[in-house]
């Protein structure tokens, strides 16, 4: 069986965000605030490596963000369905 499989950048958020506990909880906030909150707030860890107003300065903080946007591959933050992501958040985590 081929192993070629690359999880979609949709897939990488969504896998990602619900499960790492330094951003789930304020990430599931933003996902009950709706789609573009969830999505500024995601953002603004990756491409600005911020916690809302906090600054990211932490090493690992930073490796773990930058093997993400690693994952995401050439689609990026922009190929994301976002509604997608906020539905993952909004799941029970017995759901999961």
Do not use: F, N, Q
Not at 50 to 68: C, N, P, V, W
Not at 78 to 95: G, K, N, T, Y
Request: aromatic content about 6%; proline content about 5%.
């Amino acid at each position: 069986m081929p192993m070629d499989y690359h999880p979609t950048p949709t897939e990488v958020v969504a896998s990602w965000i619900p499960h790492d506990a330094r951003w789930h909880e304020a990430a599931r906030s933003a996902a009950a605030i709706g789609v573009d909150t969830v999505r500024r707030y995601v953002c603004g860890l990756i491409l600005d490596h911020r916690d809302g107003d906090r600054e990211l300065t932490d090493e690992y903080d930073l490796r773990s963000i930058e093997a993400l946007t690693e994952d995401l591959g050439a689609g990026g933050l922009a190929a994301v369905e976002w509604s997608r992501v906020r539905d993952a958040l909004l799941l029970p985590l017995e759901a999961r």
